[in-house]
């Protein structure tokens, strides 16, 4: 799993087009990231783990591995953990958005993990990071489960994209065991950095999600959204 992770970020930077003359954002320095991929070809993989740091002379002040987020099973509300835990963010039939920075990470579906967290592996510091915690869930193992706060949790397959428009990442969900996925939820990875991560349906209702950090809170503005699918 991590070396996918890994290795996926780097085929994206090989693979991405220069668009530093056609857009008036200045774009990531991914410094590291770069010394570790300059003699890649497109196509090839190569694993970020201290050896390739040493090698190529980068810093990684890590984590390198998803796992290392994770929180202990107990810390986690109840019932969210699921049959197989948090590592089915990624390995529970998952897609990831990558935004030139970061690749964020999010949901589970059916019974592998009822989480609705976001972790990312940022590109500039080359490290996992954990964005938001997951919502606590109502009504576990009933009709009317769903979560606390945000979507619930389920299958994105390879539908999860980023839209530069609106610099969000778009995340669809099917098989949900715990709530209703019918629409893309949108989420804000700047405000979301704020500390404040809330979620607002297409009918205008806003949810709030649980944040990473308490301390930083954003209320004035939501960070997930669901829009209409």
Not at 127 to 143: A, E, M, Q, W
Not at 151 to 178: I, K, M
Not at 191 to 209: H, N
Request: proline share 8%.
């Amino acid at each position: 799993m991590h070396r996918l992770l890994t290795a996926l970020g780097l085929l994206l930077l090989v693979a991405a087009p220069d668009t530093s003359a056609t857009t008036d954002t200045k774009p990531p320095l991914l410094s590291g990231l770069k010394k570790i991929a300059a003699d890649m070809k497109p196509g090839e993989w190569r694993q970020i783990d201290r050896a390739a740091c040493r090698i190529y002379g980068v810093k990684c002040p890590g984590p390198l591995n998803l796992s290392a987020v994770f929180k202990d099973k107990a810390d986690y509300p109840r019932s969210v953990w699921g049959a197989v835990g948090p590592r089915a963010i990624v390995s529970a039939w998952a897609s990831g958005v990558w935004d030139g920075r970061r690749l964020y990470l999010s949901n589970g579906g059916h019974r592998d993990y009822f989480g609705n967290d976001v972790l990312a592996w940022d590109a500039e510091w080359l490290r996992f990071v954990r964005v938001t915690n997951p919502s606590p869930l109502i009504d576990f193992g009933k009709k009317t489960c769903r979560p606390e706060t945000g979507p619930p949790s389920a299958h994105t397959y390879d539908g999860a994209l980023w839209v530069p428009a609106l610099q969000e990442a778009w995340f669809p969900g099917r098989f949900s065991n715990c709530g209703h996925f019918a629409n893309f939820w949108a989420f804000d990875p700047e405000i979301a950095d704020g500390g404040r991560q809330r979620s607002r349906r297409s009918d205008g209702a806003a949810l709030r999600f649980t944040p990473a950090d308490e301390s930083s809170s954003r209320p004035d503005r939501p960070a997930v959204r669901s829009a209409s699918g």
